[in-house]
């Protein structure tokens, strides 16, 4: 996720905010005026963004002062410029209670606002500090166009003032909100980080003028919705300004692929994740003591099993106690030099790779582009969207900020960087809920009435689909651990080890996109064939979706291609006649042997799952033997030229 939110409390603007989060996240000395702070941290000024600072006197893109922050944040929901119009109103004769009353947008708020982080994935930050200046300007105006347009969406349809008793009544504020926008540079580890808060006060105006604070539940709700939006924006925004395109990469094998720059190395990655190898480190200490904790009587006090949402909450905790103190603050011209010269020495990139890495990236994006069209079928959207929802959700249960989330990462995947029509994926969303879902809401108050709250669930059973979870990988034997790498073979453990590097019986995560909402797709695929009939449609969608390997290379390679196949190796579906069906699209011959295409893919995506499954029924029948093997990359981890060791994530606990 690349948008991280918590709420603001009148307190922490003086005690967090102010001294640190304005400056860079640096230490600012008391005293020092908030501009002169800013320049000594090389960081630019805060501006104001939304449309709600009309009605409180404010332009957008204005500079954020230190007297506005303390009114709106720091005195439970002020005016701007409440000491202004204060020392008018007493100056007008008014009494000092009338005139602080004056200056109040309504009533007073312990929570004043939400902090909202937003970063880019590591490949476009990576871009954004090796790049030229022409390279890092684009980046950060795409940055900030994706920021306005992820806070457009919320003024326009997630933010709701409540008022009445127990908040019954709901209205969005039609005049929009006010938010201050600080930049930074770099994470705690001292690599490149480049994200912004975004300080979103909590105030709105309803229509009858009055003053009312939004509901902060609502924007918790829709986290995951907007940092999907946010990806897909910047990712687009950027590839669009410089002629690159995303790849989908395996960070996590059973975890959803995350959408990169094509063409910029892993190991760079890798380069920027100490904090992550430090939490890693951490968490496998924590889930080690976690199994193995007894009680008086010798007995497990927990699972022997480590589950999802235990390894979450070490995950937390192995973050806070590796967490640093924070640097001093650097020009980013002297960081930039500093970065790109610690990459060339100590990331095992090519120094002419780090200098030319945004060509290379380009290489790579007219690679991609050549073989993956940008088509969109909204039907079979809807499908594979629907089918991931109520596969990831407990119970089958969710609502349609859930879809939402799904059809943005969709768009993301199969556009590959390319600009979207707006409001396409409200399409998706809408096929969805018209198509596959079933109304299973039983309100009990009036918010179970509106639309964004109704629960549904898919019209299929969860029998119909694969199993979701595999049995738990065999613990290896007491002399060997598992590899850092999924490509390396297993080593001995030496003796005395920490115990850390104990290996952790964990239960296997729940989400494979491909088996789980390919199959409903696979299943679907004849019926939406036969109504539509558009081949074109179909063979569209398979390109867009399907995992890469599974399409044959094209023409043009095929001729300068003089070797043979390579023995034992799976010859990959032919989808050149399905390629040629764009021409005749309605031809009755081709919608047969678009048929048979399907039904060959289907078959190979069926032996894939069933070698899975003899995998690992074989690691169970070793475990005696204590054979550790290694895994295998994910399928959609196409167009790489490398591959990726062990990832954690991105700069955690910032």
């Known amino acids: ?3 991280d939110i918590k709420v603001i409390r009148a307190g922490q603007m003086y005690r967090y905010y102010l001294r640190e989060t304005v400056v860079g996240d640096g230490r600012r000395r008391a005293g020092t005026p908030l501009r002169e702070a800013q320049e000594q941290a090389g960081v630019p000024a805060g501006r104001w963004m939304g449309r709600g600072l009309a009605v409180l006197g404010l332009t957008p893109g204005e500079e954020v002062t230190e007297q506005q922050l303390r009114n709106l944040f720091g005195e439970r929901g002020r005016h701007p410029y409440a000491d202004r119009i204060e020392a008018d109103r007493l100056a007008a004769g008014d009494s000092p209670k009338k005139a602080f009353k004056t200056g109040a947008l309504g009533r007073r708020v312990t929570v004043t606002g939400v902090d909202s982080v937003f970063r880019p994935q590591p490949t476009i930050y990576l871009l954004w500090a090796f790049g030229d200046e022409e390279t890092r300007l684009a980046i950060e105006a795409a940055h900030e166009r994706a920021i306005e347009r992820v806070l457009e969406w919320i003024e326009d349809e997630v933010a709701v003032i409540r008022y009445g008793k127990d908040g019954i009544y709901r209205v969005r504020p039609p005049g929009g909100l006010a938010a201050a926008r600080f930049r930074h540079y770099e994470a705690r580890s001292g690599r490149p980080l480049l994200h912004d808060h975004l300080l979103l006060s ?3 105006q309803r229509l009858d003028g009055k003053w009312g604070s939004i509901h902060t539940t609502a924007l918790y709700e829709n986290t995951v919705a907007a940092s999907a939006l946010y990806n897909e924006l910047v990712a687009s925004e ?4 410089l002629g ?7 960070v996590t094998p059973g975890r959803r692929p995350v959408m990169e720059i094509a063409g910029v190395p892993h190991e ?25 904790a007894v009680d008086d009587e010798g007995e497990l006090k927990f699972l022997p099993v480590v589950s999802e949402p235990a390894r979450a909450k070490m995950n937390q905790i192995a973050a806070r106690k590796t967490r640093p103190p924070k ?10 030099v500093w970065w790109k010269v610690s990459a060339i020495l100590t990331s095992k990139v090519a120094a002419d790779v780090i200098n030319s890495l945004v060509e290379h990236a380009r290489a790579a994006a007219a690679a991609i582009r050549a073989r993956v069209a940008a088509v969109v079928d909204v039907a079979l959207a809807a499908v594979d969207v629907t089918a991931t929802v109520f596969v990831m959700n407990e119970g089958g249960r969710f609502h349609r900020r859930h879809l939402l989330a799904e059809a943005r990462r969709h768009l993301a995947l199969v556009l590959r960087g390319r600009r979207r029509e707006p409001g396409l994926d409200d399409q998706v969303v809408a096929a969805a809920i018209s198509t596959h879902r079933v109304d299973i809401s ?18 299929w059973a969860l029998s119909d689909l694969p199993a979701r979870r595999c049995p738990p990988t065999p613990a290896p034997a007491p002399d060997r651990q598992p590899s850092a790498d999924p490509g390396e073979s297993a080593a001995h453990r030496p003796t005395g080890q920490d115990a850390g590097e104990w290996w952790i019986p964990r239960i296997p995560l729940q989400y494979d996109r491909a088996v789980l909402a390919g199959a409903v797709v696979r299943e679907k695929l004849r019926t939406v064939t036969a109504v539509r009939g558009r081949a074109y449609d179909v063979a569209a969608h398979q390109q867009a979706v399907v995992p890469e390997q599974l399409l044959a290379p094209l023409a043009a390679e095929a001729e300068h291609d003089d070797q043979g196949p390579e023995p034992g190796r799976q010859e990959a579906i032919d989808m050149t006649a399905v390629r040629a069906l764009r021409e005749s699209r309605t031809d009755v011959e081709a919608l047969d042997l678009t048929a048979d295409r399907l039904r060959r893919l289907q078959e190979v995506a069926t032996k894939m799952a069933d070698d899975s499954r ?32 062990p990832h954690r994530g991105r700069e955690a606990g910032h």
């Open 1 to 3: 996720m690349t948008v």
């Open 202 to 204: 909590v105030k709105g």
């Open 238 to 241: 950027v590839c669009e300004a």
């Open 244 to 250: 690159l395109a995303t790849e989908p990469r395996t």
């Open 268 to 292: 760079l990655i890798r380069w920027t994740a100490r904090r992550s190898d430090q939490i890693a480190a951490c968490l496998a200490e924590l889930e080690h003591g976690y199994v193995t």
């Open 327 to 336: 640097r001093k603050t650097q020009p980013l011209a002297q960081l930039r």
């Open 442 to 459: 039983e309100p009990t108050t009036v918010r179970g009435l509106e639309s964004g709250y109704r629960l549904y669930t898919a019209r």
């Open 614 to 645: 003899v995998r690992a029924d074989h690691h169970t029948s070793h475990h005696d033997a204590g054979v550790v093997r290694p895994v295998r990359p994910d399928d959609q981890q196409a167009h790489r030229r490398q591959e990726p060791g």
